[in-house]
């Protein structure tokens, strides 16, 4: 796919734009009172992948929070600003690596002049963060309710404020929950700048119906190749968000050193218990990274002949697990030992 061209912002250690890799965000749930739980749970979403964590900035412990990741973790933090523009201000001041604010929670004009003055110091890139409930009243009657002309609409008129300040470390999201509504303005305001795109569908629900709503949204605009930077919103550990995410950027190609499972569905003639073995391979490839297809198929008739392009795999024969690689089968083992088996042979490829 062709990457839309955008411009390249720099978000801590991270470089967000259309020659750069795709990055994978997620937000902190814990309480910002306990900072010993917001380090853990950010350790997490590191060791899970996660590339850019942002915080809700709510009050002063907030502010303690960044300071205390900036102290331990080089991820890029940011923070995410509603209703209080003294919370960015301060929130620069306190190091943070980027700052997410939704414009029409954070005041008037001169509210958002001030957060900017203070981002152009300090080189801190701003996210304009948009979505159906922070569009101004005057804008929704002008576009007769919300819609995506709307979404960038409002978007593109704190671009100009940024823009008049001679700022343009910009980020722009046009998030909805309504995955239509998300793609189609996504496609509108990328025909019209440059700036890079944080992709999103917000409220998106739990870990299933989220998934799915964000795998349409998020996979559509991606593979228009729109899109630098994405956040799986999940009403879950954040930590799945982090695995949702890799596996949308995954199914299409854009995400390197993570491995890649096929399995064929279940039918009579499957020997093996292959949902059982297929759920375990899945959870331990999470951890595996490398740039791998691994393939668990249920009986010889979809075994190396179908996943003859998998680097590795494991199917059923006769109460017996087969590990082949191309068409080539390399062992024989019990059922009960074939998961183990098969990652002794991934830790060697």
Known sequence: MQRRKTKTVKVGNIYIGSEHPVSIQSMLNSDNSDIGAVLCQTQKLVDAGCEIVRLAVINDKSIECIKELKKNFSVPIVADIQFNHIHALKSIEAGVDKVRINPGNIGDDKNVRSVVDAAKSAHVPIRIGVNTGSILPQIREKYNGV???????????????????????????????????????????????????????????????????????????????????????????????????????????????????????????????????????????????????????????????????????????????????????????????????????????
């Open 147 to 349: 819609c995506a002309e709307a979404l960038v609409s409002e978007a593109m008129r704190h671009v100009k404020i940024l823009e008049d300040n001679n700022f343009d470390d910009i980020i722009i999201s046009l998030k909805a929950s309504d995955v239509p509504l998300m793609i189609e303005s996504y496609r509108k305001i990328a025909a019209i700048c440059n700036y890079p795109l944080h992709l999103g569908v917000t409220e998106a629900g739990t870990s299933y119906d989220g998934l799915v709503k964000s795998s349409v949204g998020i996979g559509a605009l991606l593979s228009d190749g729109i899109g630098d930077t994405i956040r799986v919103s999940l009403t879950a550990d954040p930590v799945e968000e982090i695995h949702a995410a890799k596996s949308i950027l995954s199914a299409l190609n854009l995400k390197k050193g993570s491995a890649k499972l096929v399995s064929c569905p279940t039918c009579a003639r499957c020997s093996i218990d292959l949902i059982k073995i297929a759920n375990e391979v899945s959870e331990r490839l999470k951890n595996v990274k490398k740039d791998i297809k691994v393939a668990v198929m249920g009986c010889v008739v979809n075994g190396p002949g179908e996943a003859k392009d998998a680097d590795i795999g494991i199917t059923g024969a006769g109460g017996e697990g087969v590990i082949f690689k191309g068409e080539k089968v390399i062992a024989r083992v019990p059922e009960n030992e074939i998961v183990n088996a098969l990652f002794k042979e991934i830790e060697e490829l």
